[in-house]
């Protein structure tokens, strides 16, 4: 079973700066996508970024980037020129690319950013 | 299109109560799933549905909980006798199956709190 890691449970920066925040994954498939997930508080998850497997170039979304280490299964978000409306938890998630039943997203358990003026 | 719609956004019932949550996806969406999300911790997938079909359950979906979506549109998820263990948030998502390699769209979730 695939298992997602993000080993810093909060996290905080100043408003403009860059922030970076990391996920680590186990898996033993070749072909599967990658997410970031944003939380606000008492408000719903929304999508961030995503990176496909087989594509070696790294996801770019506005301030928003990603730096995906495939042999080190590493996938870490990067935050620039931070925003208040940052603030969030943000969850790093795998999806199987094989279908079948494969269809479901696996969360890690989060980082609380906070961002300070 | 107003999103993944659902309701209640809070339920708070006594222990051993039954609760139904509903969830409306975005209208073209064929897939849908349910989540369960405790505090401190990332959502966990519980089941999901192609059309009609519940192709996929999660062992944590233990013997008192049922998930259904008539004719392949909303879906309810039904608690039998509560216990405090199932206090959490239940997220649903939803999903085009030609796209959804591209994300889910969540709904804003129910907070159960089972006293």
């Known amino acids: 079973a695939q298992t997602v890691t993000q080993s810093q449970p909060e996290m905080s920066v100043q408003e403009a700066e860059t922030v970076t925040l990391s996920c680590t994954y186990d898996?033993?498939?070749?072909?599967?996508?990658l997410f970031w997930y944003k939380q606000p508080p008492s408000r719903q998850m929304i999508l961030v970024i995503r990176?496909?497997?087989?594509?070696?170039q790294n996801a770019t979304e506005n301030r928003f980037s990603v730096n995906f280490q495939k042999a080190a299964k590493s996938f870490s978000l990067k935050i620039s020129d931070s925003q208040l409306g940052d603030a969030a938890m943000y969850f790093c998630?795998?999806?199987?690319?094989?279908?079948?039943?494969?269809?479901?997203?696996?969360f890690g358990k989060g980082t609380l950013l906070t961002v300070n003026p | 299109d107003t999103g993944v719609s659902q309701n209640p956004r809070h339920k708070i019932t006594k222990r051993g109560q039954n609760v139904t949550f509903r969830c409306d996806p975005i209208?073209?969406?064929?897939?849908l799933y349910w989540y369960r999300q405790t505090l401190g911790q990332g959502p966990e997938f519980l089941t999901y549905?192609?059309?009609?079909?519940?192709?996929?359950k999660s062992r944590l979906l233990s013997d008192r909980f049922s998930a259904e979506r008539p004719k392949g549109s909303f879906s309810t998820l039904e608690i039998q006798r509560t216990e405090q263990g199932d206090s959490a948030m239940y997220l649903c998502?939803?999903?085009?199956?030609?796209?959804?390699?591209?994300?889910?769209?969540f709904g804003s979730g129910t907070r159960l709190t089972v006293v």
């Open positions: 990176q496909e497997a087989y594509k070696q």
């Open positions: 898996t033993s498939e070749s072909d599967y996508y």
């Open positions: 998630a795998y999806r199987s690319g094989s279908g079948g039943s494969n269809y479901k997203l696996t």
């Open positions: 209208s073209e969406h064929n897939r």
């Open positions: 549905f192609q059309n009609e079909a519940q192709l996929e």
């Open positions: 998502a939803s999903s085009l199956s030609t796209r959804d390699n591209y994300g889910y769209t």
